[in-house]
């Protein structure tokens, strides 16, 4: 089968398609799947660099998503599921591929409505923005969200899948071009962060009082602005590192405010903690996505041939919503 191989960590010129041995027969609890498309994720780009390896038994290759068509089923795999059946998964690596092994408890039907390719686009957000705002900051029904980078493809999603709870949403990007798409997924609050101080807006926007939770990418360079913009019991939770890991804050807001900071990766969580994850994103979210009120953005797809290309494209940050690659 052809894969798409990290040569040896670089540049977008580091990922290469080669012919590899075809996968062994899925295990116990796993399914075969025929990739239709893999998502395109910022983390594949820091494994690229050698910055971010795969855990322990996961596959060499990158790609944290796919959809397509389950091809064989191991044994004791969940009656549900079964061979020529339509799926999207998470998974712990291997998407860039023609076929990948998924565990079970990773896989989600294709929502009614969506293109078997475009469903790609939706296990990695979907896993990520449930599992930290909802699952564990609790972000509720007439409460206030901050997205940093509500461009991306996490924020595309973040926007929509708030606005559809009944949540105000607040975002930060860099562009007016990526403040109107994201004004136009239902965002109510868009901040150009270069030209303007968004802990300045936030406060002017809620009366002083700041937003109740923050699903944050930049790390270290906007802790302090993060908690300066929360409001009474907020929650910080952060899922990135753009702006680094270190930094040196004031601690007096959070006992002021009773303030959670909080951070979580998904990929390296245990194969029971993603089944649950899953499971719970496919009652909580997949409704939601049947009924059109939250649709994958995806603003390209490319061969897997031009896996490079990509690379270079998510480097550049210059596109809105997912980027796919076709096996
Ligand atoms: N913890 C987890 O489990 C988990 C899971 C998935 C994703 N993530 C993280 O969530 C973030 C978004 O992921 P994604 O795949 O949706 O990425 P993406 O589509 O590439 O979006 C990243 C966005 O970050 C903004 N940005 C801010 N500072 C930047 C900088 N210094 N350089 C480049 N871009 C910068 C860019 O928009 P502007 O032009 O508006 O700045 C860009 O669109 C990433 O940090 C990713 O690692 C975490």
Redesign the pocket.
Known sequence: MRVVAIASPGGPEALQVREVDDLPAPGEGEVLVAVAAAG????DT?QRQGRYPPPPGASPYPG?ECSGTILALGANVPLRWAVGDQVCALLTGGGYAEKVVVPAGQLLPVPEGVSLADAAGLP??AC?VW??VFMTSHLSPGESFLI????????TFAIQIAKHLGVKVFV????EE?LAACKDLGADVCIN?KAEDFVARIKEETDGKGVDVILD??GASYLQRNLNSLAVDGRLFI?????GVTTEVNLQAMLARRLTIQ?????NRSLANKAQIVSEVEKNVWPAVVSGKVKPVIYKTFPLSEAAESHKL??T?S?????LLIP
């Open positions: 395109v994720n910022r983390a820091v944290l990695e957000v990520t599992s930290t940093h980078g509500g461009s991306s493809g996490i924020g930060t990007a860099g562009s990526k962060y990418n930049i899922i990135g590192f753009m702006g951070a979580a990766g998904l990929r998510m480097e940050s596109h809105i919503g997912k980027i």
